[in-house]
T-cell receptor, first 109, second 115 residues
Framework: GQNIDQPTEMTATEGAIVQINCTYQ??????LFWYQQHAGEAPTFLSY??LDGLEEKGRFSSFLSRSKGYSYLLLKELQMKDSASYLC??????????WGAGTKLIIKP | SAVISQKPSRDICQRGTSLTIQCQVD?????MFWYRQQPGQSLTLIAT?????????ESGFVIDKFPISRPNLTFSTLTVSNMSPEDSSIYLC????????????FGPGTRLTVL
């Protein structure tokens, strides 16, 4: 079966750095996505990785290792507004998005 | 980017009734997706709605329970039929980005509570 694993919840301090990991087992791979979802709101796109390596976009970076079935989302200089759920999703061989359960990130002052 | 609106934003319904959720996109799109997200859970794809053809349902979802219409390239509806409390969830409409874009855009969601 297809599976996306990410931690259920993480806590970090304002101004610090946090890394949210995602491991996947899917039938084929056509890219990995990270989305941010604030409580009661729709998910919004953060990043897309299809090749190995690090993609940096401002305070957020996303890393992919296809051989290990592994990705992480790195958030720097954490702000209170970063408190949200972070969803990892993989497009499989049929270009269908398989979603992880999401990681709830709690930022403390 | 695509701007998606959904109606209603939330509703409280009685067991056994049906609710139709509308999704409107500000641009023409080939595929529209309907998701369900139960509290604290991941997104689950219900079906893919293509204009001019029957919707494609995922395992565990059937047309009798979740009929979908797709009358044109900017609009779709999802009906939740014969509702039970287990149908209480957030229902999200989504579309893919323009050609070359990998992003998927989501509507604001419809929060459904079934009593």
């Amino acid at each position: 079966g297809q599976n996306i694993d990410q931690p259920t919840e993480m806590t970090a301090t304002e101004g610090a750095i946090v890394q949210i990991n995602c491991t996947y087992q899917t039938s084929g791979f056509n890219g990995l996505f990270w989305y941010q979802q604030h409580a009661g709101e729709a998910p919004t796109f953060l990043s897309y990785n299809v090749l190995d390596g690090l993609e940096e976009k401002g305070r957020f970076s996303s890393f992919l290792s296809r051989s290990k079935g592994y990705s992480y989302l790195l958030l720097k200089e954490l702000q209170m507004k970063d408190s949200a759920s972070y969803l990892c999703a993989v497009k499989d061989s049929n270009y269908q998005l398989i979603w992880g359960a999401g990681t709830k990130l709690i930022i403390k002052p | 980017s695509a701007v998606i609106s959904q109606k209603p934003s939330r509703d409280i319904c009685q067991r056994g009734t049906s609710l139709t959720i509308q999704c409107q996109v500000d641009s023409q799109v080939t595929m529209m997706f309907w998701y369900r997200q139960q509290p604290g859970q991941s997104l689950t794809l219900i079906a893919t709605a293509n204009q001019g053809s029957e919707a494609t349902y995922e395992s565990g979802f059937v047309i009798d329970k979740f009929p979908i219409s797709r009358p044109n390239l900017t609009f779709s509806t999802l009906t939740v039929s014969n509702m039970s409390p287990e149908d209480s969830s957030i229902y999200l409409c989504s579309v893919g980005g323009t050609s070359g874009s990998h992003e998927q855009f989501f509507g604001p969601g419809t929060r459904l509570t079934v009593l």
